[in-house]
């Protein structure tokens, strides 16, 4: 059994610390992709700053002793550190200040200086601007503050809203894609200028349910949990009537 000092004691524990740090940020910003917490969102930059503070301070400590001239050793590495992570800081800063005030959303058309494109992610550094032609772009949130920043689709306001659907076991795939569409044309929050597209998941084929992908596009971003909550009742509805057709037309048969 190998005995460790107390001196390597401490540097394992500040190696786990730290492991710990990264494990935990990659989690909470994982976390704060999935759509179900997008409220968490404006929070995480402050969250993952507190955290590394934290990491950062504790390294400190255990490099630079309090004692005597070292206190001035630790405020030096501390200004070094704050320069070199000061465009970082900044950009967090502005990613703190934006998502308070709820300024940019998804599916928002951006025209940032010379680029434009639809707004499709949203980081604690920047974020993606997907233009016409496919590729991606993107911004840092000082740019944003800095440059003169336009919303294309202020006056049409729709905006794309995905759906995961899914159905009974051995209910057929076509039918369920026409339900998708149907339900979600007929939406009263759908935006009558863009049609809806479906796209079937093809891992839930093999175990007889059929999973589908509903890209939609809401008239009003602010009316999008609306438009989920219809197209949801629409096609749970439309589905259970599909199938009571069918079981009563197979009673019918001699």
Known sequence: MIALTDASLAWWVLALITTLAIGLSWLLLRISRARAFAATRRWMPMVLVLIWVTVVAVWL?????????????????????????LPWLRNLFHAVVFGFEDRYRLGDDLRVGEVEGRLT??????????????????????????????????????????ILLSTPDEFDVQVAVELAHTAAALSPYAAPRVEPQVFVLTEGLDRGSVRLRLQGFVFDRDHEPLYRSDVGARFARMTREHLASRSSQAGEEP
């Open 121 to 162: 992610a949203i980081g604690a550094r920047a974020v993606i601007l997907r233009a016409a032609n496919g590729t991606e772009i993107t911004v840092p949130h000082t740019t944003l503050a800095r440059e003169h920043v336009v919303r294309l689709n202020l006056d049409i306001r729709d905006a794309p809203c995905e």
């Open 61 to 85: 400590r255990r490099l630079v002793p309090d004692e005597g001239a070292h206190g001035f050793a630790r405020a030096a590495v501390l200004i070094v550190i704050a320069v070199a992570a």
